[in-house]
């Protein structure tokens, strides 16, 4: 089985129109169907967005093989719960309390064995035009300054006043001549501007990536 047969089996078990998808990862119908069909590869930022899109593992929808796979039953462990994040604003973190976080049974992203790994709860629509909704638990992993590729989420750091401030947000990464920009992705129309990275344009303001989203987790609410 090819990366299009398994992208076109999970999108069938999601329920879900080649259009529907589409919409969920903010592309062109036509580049689905070329993905399904075999006629474009899908590279691994694509298959990122389909992954949380369709709630399988990368891993599976490009090799066939299990991360946190469908059939093999991931190894259960804890992560740290630390400070909420706001999906596409700014959220300010506050690092005074010496309180231990709390962890919570999660399992671990065996893709980064060595890496940190935590999770945040996300507050905030700016990203959920790509399905990062308010609730969300974000899986995030520690990044660790080379790699950043086109279509991928990221925890943002901002520090100033020499880091007695410290903001943190999610974004999405784009790569280009301009540099690296880290940009919303909301269908409110009030969040529209890209951060550029590392921009000190504001003197004495540093912008850095500290995680890598790898996964979300839905939790259920009830109505009130």
């Known amino acids: ?27 062109a119908a036509s580049t ?10 899908i590279k691994a930022p694509m298959a990122e967005r389909y992954a949380r899109a369709l709630s ?3 891993e599976w929808l490009l090799y066939g093989r299990a991360a946190d796979d469908r059939g093999v039953l991931p190894e259960l462990s804890e992560l740290p719960l630390l400070s909420s994040i706001q999906a596409g604003a700014w959220l ?12 919570l049974p999660h399992a671990k992203d065996r893709a ?5 790994q935590w ?23 520690e990044f660790f300054g080379a790699g950043l590729e086109n279509g991928m989420i990221v925890e943002v750091t901002r520090s100033r006043d020499d880091g007695a401030l410290r903001e943190i947000t999610l974004k999405e990464v784009e790569v280009s ?21 590392n921009d000190d344009s504001g003197s004495d303001i540093q912008v850095e990536v500290t995680g890598i989203l790898v996964a979300t987790t839905r939790r259920f609410r009830r109505a009130r």
Do not use: F
């Open 1 to 27: 089985m090819e990366p299009g047969d398994r992208l076109r089996e999970a999108r069938a078990k999601a329920d879900l129109t080649v259009e529907q998808l589409a919409e969920r990862v903010q592309k």
């Open 119 to 141: 999770l945040r709860e996300v507050q905030g629509d700016s990203m959920n035009a790509v399905g990062v909704m308010p609730g969300d638990l974000a899986h995030i992993v």
């Open 32 to 41: 689905v169907r070329a993905h399904e069909n075999g006629q474009n590869g």
């Open 112 to 116: 980064y064995p060595h890496a940190k």
């Open 92 to 103: 300010a973190m506050d690092d005074s309390g010496q309180e231990e976080p709390h962890l």
């Open 177 to 197: 001549a301009r540099g690296v920009l880290l940009w919303p992705r909301s269908t409110n129309p009030r969040w529209k501007e890209a951060v550029r990275l």
């Open 56 to 58: 399988v593992s990368p």
